[in-house]
């Protein structure tokens, strides 16, 4: 139980972080601006510090989740989980470069690896991870909260990809030639989607003990 309500405080210190740098840094315009450019120039402290207390919130969601994760998905799952832990923090160490920039140092593309790791893989984990809780007794009375959270990740990463495929299908050198990608509520709506998969995790845990 523990465990489940650092979880909580974590993940909220991480929302309220970027919630903070949204009027802290007003010159990021944030419908196409990414929530990675936070940690650029003053301030961007605050955004590598975000990016460890989501690393953060997810691992201590995962300790708490640990012994109910039983079925072979399940243990696939839980150490995926880490690993997910371990690109968060490299979000939070390798500081991205703006998307106005088209050097692609190395630096940025590590970041880029991290993000694309955590983006790619969470809704897969999240999914085998759910789908092992479903399968065990004591979480029955919340299936309902598990079927909502895998829905939630899976609509997240979804909403963030079209928008990025439907605006290269009308114009294949967007982003490139200078015209915008309006991809940054769908990157905040997608990192959202993923912190309430951790909140509904670490409360169901709170409920059921």
């Given at each position: ?8 405080v ?6 309220i972080?970027?919630?903070?740098l949204?009027?802290l ?14 940690e ?6 605050m955004?590598?510090?975000?990016f ?15 012994p ?9 799952g ?12 490299g979000a939070g ?52 909260l ?47 989607t ?16």
């Open positions: 139980m523990t465990a489940a309500y650092v979880s909580i974590f993940g909220s210190v991480f929302l972080l970027v919630t903070l949204h009027f840094k007003r010159e990021l315009d944030p419908s196409w601006r990414m929530i990675s450019e936070y650029i120039g003053r301030h961007g402290w955004m590598r510090l975000a460890f207390c989501w690393g953060a919130s997810v691992l201590a969601a995962t300790i708490a989740i640990w109910s994760l039983q079925t072979i998905g399940g243990v696939i839980r150490w995926w989980l880490l690993v997910i832990v371990i690109f968060l923090f160490i390798f500081k991205a470069d703006p998307i106005t920039d088209q050097t692609n140092n190395l630096v940025n593309r590590l970041h880029a690896l991290c993000g694309m790791v955590v983006i790619l893989t969470f809704p897969i984990v999240a999914t085998l991870a759910a789908s092992s809780l479903m399968k065990n007794l004591r979480w029955l009375p919340v299936r309902g598990l079927v909502l959270a895998v829905v939630l990740v899976w609509a997240g990463m979804i909403a963030y990809f079209a928008t990025i495929i439907i605006a290269r299908s009308k114009n294949p050198k967007v982003g490139e030639d200078g015209t915008r990608i309006y991809m940054g509520w769908p990157n905040r709506f997608n990192v959202v993923y912190l309430i998969w951790i909140f509904i995790m670490a409360g169901s845990v709170i409920h059921l003990l």
